[in-house]
């Protein structure tokens, strides 16, 4: 990865079940931050509104993993908040690479 690449990944997953229901978790990653020869995401955003109630949900992405077809994806793994006394954990994948004309930077 160079460091003017710039770009985000898009998520979906569902929560385990806790207290007898899931929840569904979608978004989009922020920009790319460099680690060494890899890079990782921050991610931050909310569950879907289930048995009256949301959690939060946010941390960073494992370093990215390259897809066989061309592009990569990363891991995303962790805990909601906790909310009406319980939390959920998740676990996924992101979706490949996808283009942010909002992160595009020109080489100077």
Not at 15 to 26: K, L
Not at 43 to 48: H, M
Request: net charge neutral.
């Amino acid at each position: 990865m160079v460091p003017s690449d710039y770009h985000v990944h898009s998520y979906w997953t569902r929560t385990s079940c806790a207290n007898g229901h899931i929840h569904c978790m979608n978004g989009i990653t922020g920009p790319s931050v460099p680690l060494g020869n890899s890079h990782f995401h921050y991610y931050n955003g909310l569950t879907t509104f289930d048995q009256g109630h949301v959690h939060c949900a946010r941390g960073s992405t494992g370093p990215s993993l390259a897809c066989p077809g061309g592009g990569h994806i990363h891991a995303m793994n962790g805990y909601t908040s906790i909310d009406h006394y319980h939390s959920h954990c998740y676990e996924a994948c992101t979706g490949n690479e996808e283009s942010s004309m909002l992160f595009k930077r020109k080489a100077i």
